[in-house]
């Protein structure tokens, strides 16, 4: 049984993960330090886990472990609950996925939820599923929307209150972002709130309120394929009552099909709630607040990417995000309202930076040109920009450690060629409007793992890697901060001076989100390796770079035995 109590102090409890993101703030940080730098060396498998099947690939999963049970998603929309001890399966739920589904970089999934004896995801053909957490057997199963229009899911369920909060996925085939809340027990919808400006959120099967106000940011009809895919889940903060989801991508890519190029009649051009952080009521689903990372967005800076909860060191509540577009943002707890933000890669070349009220200052000559006809055949300018539209960071969650009070982003240098083309939304079908080719910018690396100080913005080291980073972050009280790169290396660092202490090779590339529990006095550290995700399949000549990389599905545990932590501390 998983408590609201469990969840809350998910954090401080070392000896479980129930949460995604370690705990409520997303911080990823572990208090335990039984490991640390003195006696990481030791550090050694215990037991590895293949996950199977004929088909392997994009694993991202963030394994949950409670009562000696460990729960893993898998690619394919699969599920499999795992003997902590032993290594040994005790169930596996396949959601044998209908042909047709329509998801939009690679079959991933990001993790399970777990609630009182449940446990959840999300599939490929965007349902969401229950399973009795002790036998695997289905207890509800229901479609969030319809995957023939080119909706999915991918990201790790949330739980607050006897909820389970979903997002979608989808905001390449112009749908509409929406976030869901259910009756954690039935499975039955509470309320809903898209995330796109003009449609009506509903509460309790009736309808509550207009999100934003009809086409005060949206030309014409364009709100009603607006995309704002929430493809990336949420949060919760206890602090301010409030859900906190990312909304993707304004669809279609081009710009100037949205009056984003160039705002004119009357609207802003804005296209809210896309590409922004938006606060919900978790009673009722209302926008509290919206913070827009990249308003008139025309590059696919999805807004989604995570927001994790800190206090600075003048003791403010705040909230940090590293957008795709390239800036990190410093966000005020209480409303969501701007604090700073500054570079977190080498080159952004779509903004000169960001105003004092949080908008960015655009370079328009580095926004993709206009289509001179929209409807006919003709292509636009093509444009060099940076980050590429993968991001200066994508999807793999960074880390905040308690230890050090710096940030951990995985992040890429990267630009792209970009152009607009015109286009017509047709059900079911990429609406984008745009090509791109993404490009390298250095010789020597894309990939770069860096620690960044949050309050002055500086790079305190850097970890640069040949292939992009695609894995999540973890940071521990040990002084460790651990990662995996695509090549296969699962990585632990020093936290303070970025120097690599240890790693192992896991047989194909880490894009999966470690985790560290205890167990009778033993630490415990968990990834799960298996290449793939957005990269290989948009990544243009970053993905010929890569392509030699094998695919796999293996979930490794390592443990720091008793009798070498004792060895080492008598070094
Ligand atoms: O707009 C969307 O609905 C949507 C969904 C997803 C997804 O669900 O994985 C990704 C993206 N966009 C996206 O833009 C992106 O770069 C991306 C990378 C990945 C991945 O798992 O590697 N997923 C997604």
Redesign the pocket.
Known sequence: QVTDEDIANDAMTTGDVVTNGMGRSLQRYSPLDTLNRNNIEYLVPAWAFALGGEKQR?Q?TQPLVHDGVMYITGSYSRLYAIDVTTGEELWQYDARLPEGIL????V?NRGAALYGDKVYFGTLDARLVALDAKTGDVVWNKKIADYKEGY?Y??APLIHDGLIITGN????FGIVGEVQARDAETGEMVWTRPMIEGHMGTLNGEESTMTGTLNATWPGDMWKTG?G?T?LGGSYDAETDTLVFGA??PAPWNSWLRNAGEPVDGNTGDNLYAASRVGLDPATGEIKWHFQTTPREGW?F?GVNEVVGFTDADGHKRYGTADRNGFFYVLDRADGGFVDAFPFVKDITWAEGIDDTGRPIFVEANRPGRPAELTGEAKGETIFAAPSF??GK??MPMSYSENTGLFYVPSNEWGMDMWNEPVTYKKGAAYMGAGFTIKPLYEDHIGSLKAIDPATGEWVWEFKNDAPL?GGVMSTAGGLVFTGTPEGKFIAFDDATGEELWSFQTGSGV?GQPITWEQDGEQFVSVISGWG???PLWGGEVAKKVNFLNQGATLWTFKLPKALAELAAAE
């Open positions: 994009g991202e998801p939009c970089c690679d991933v999915s991918t990201a996925s989808g905001g390449e995309g895919a493809w993707g991508n696919d999805d993968l991001g994508n999807w695609w894009v995700g957005a990269v």
